[in-house]
């Protein structure tokens, strides 16, 4: 018995919604807020008959956390899940540790407004000291620790495939496979063909941020940061076959870092198609990836969100995506004193989610892994107060529950290693 206030109702929250109202005896009541209640109107209006969920809804600017508040008191949730956008992370806990309710998100913060010169001064301090120039990292999500942890609160970070289910993995390779872990290679590889000649399979301002920045990974205690999509490598993935994939920075290499200690290297690697590159980099070099506003014909654009209006809405692309996503980590190290590799990873397939949920497996690969986490929540598998990376929780419940609700995992423990 909980109820759960869902904050966005975009391309994730959709999918976690649905496969929250089909467990409507742990999520017996839900509210779906967002910046746009039409959308949360008419997700409500399909799911009625659908489910025993009881569900309602509300209009919330989550940038506010005045706003935020006035919500969380009227509805009294005992979690909030925010599965908005990552602007609005700091917002959202501040609202939850102010109305004393548990947390969790499915990326980590950064700011809309990259040229806010307050948070520019940190940015470039961080940069200097830490050695990579994402915008986005942990620290500022973890300076609520301490916070949480005094209030007896629960924030849970990046509870999607990756960052989610790939650093459970890890805890669990840790748990079961390994004595000590040398290193891990997270494999990300979407398989699938929308048809398009270019279009991203989730916000496209946070895809495109993502991809475009520089490349780095974590070697010997440090980071070697590299030029973006520098480092390529093919791979033949199960199920999905040869891929050209790159090497990118990822939020959950920082939290891995800290939580594995003895691990010499972390790297992540992401496939891309030739089309996808070639536009986004001549997208790139005639500006329309920049966040920095520009006066055009006396309005006020931001390149960046004009490209967003222009591109197809990834939550339109499950009817058209064919193909499987397959993504997991492939480790070495050493168990009973011998030396062992080990992969694990799951498969899913773009129309059997498009057939359940109507959506695309990028958004189903996050959205699924989402309601498990509030499932580990609500059922006091997860509870350790503070602020909490999924591998720092047991994994056997959480990929118990992602192999019954639709992101089984695959192992082998003879896989090719990426050179
Ligand atoms: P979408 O853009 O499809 O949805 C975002 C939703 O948030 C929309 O409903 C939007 O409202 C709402 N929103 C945005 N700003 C506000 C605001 N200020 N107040 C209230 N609501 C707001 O994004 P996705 O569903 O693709 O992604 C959701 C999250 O999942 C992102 O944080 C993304 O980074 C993360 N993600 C994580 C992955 C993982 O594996 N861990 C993989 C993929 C995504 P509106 O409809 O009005 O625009």
Known sequence: ???????????????????????????????????????????????????????????????????????????????????????????????????????????????????????????????????????????????????????????????????????????????????????????????????????????????????????????????????????????????VGDKDMYLLHHEEIESLAQNIPEVKRIRFFMTFGQSYLTHMKCLENVGMLSTTPINFEGHEIVPIKFLKALLPDPASLGPRTHGKTNIGCIFTGRKDGKEKTYYIYNVCDHQECYREVASQAISYTTGVPAMCGALMMLTGKWTTPGVHTVEEFDPDPFLAALDQYGLPKSESHDPALVP
Not at 62 to 72: K, N, P, Q, R, T
Not at 125 to 140: I, M, P, V
Not at 203 to 224: F, I, K, M, Q, T
Request: aromatic share 12%; hydrophobic share 35%.
């Open 1 to 239: 018995m909980s109820r759960v206030l869902v904050i966005g109702c975009g391309g994730v929250a959709n999918v976690a919604i649905r496969k929250c109202c089909m467990l409507p005896e742990v999520f017996t009541e839900l509210c779906i807020a967002s910046r746009t209640k039409s959308k949360c109107d008419a997700l409500a209006a399909e799911l009625k008959d659908k489910t025993t969920t009881k569900i309602t809804t509300a209009q919330v600017n989550a940038d506010s956390v005045e706003e935020l508040c006035a919500l969380i008191k009227s509805y009294k949730p005992d979690l909030v899940m925010n599965i908005a956008l990552p602007y609005q992370d700091l917002t959202i806990m501040e609202a939850c540790l102010q109305c004393k309710v548990n947390y969790m998100d499915t990326a980590n913060y950064e700011p809309e407004d990259t040229d806010d010169p307050e948070w520019r001064k940190v940015y470039d301090k961080r940069c200097k000291e830490q050695g990579f120039s994402a915008y986005f990292d942990y620290s500022w999500q973890w300076a609520y620790r301490k916070r949480f942890e005094e209030a007896g609160l629960t924030a849970l970070l990046g509870c999607g495939f990756d960052p989610g289910v790939t650093q459970a993995y890890c805890a669990y390779a840790k748990k079961h496979e390994f004595d000590e872990i040398d290193t891990i290679d997270i494999l990300d590889c979407n398989g699938g063909d929308h048809g398009y000649a270019f279009a991203t399979n989730f916000n496209p301002e946070v895809n495109l941020r993502e991809v475009s920045a520089p490349g780095s990974y974590w070697e010997d205690g440090h980071w070697v940061e590299i030029p973006a999509m520098s480092i390529k490598r093919e791979y033949k993935f199960d199920q």
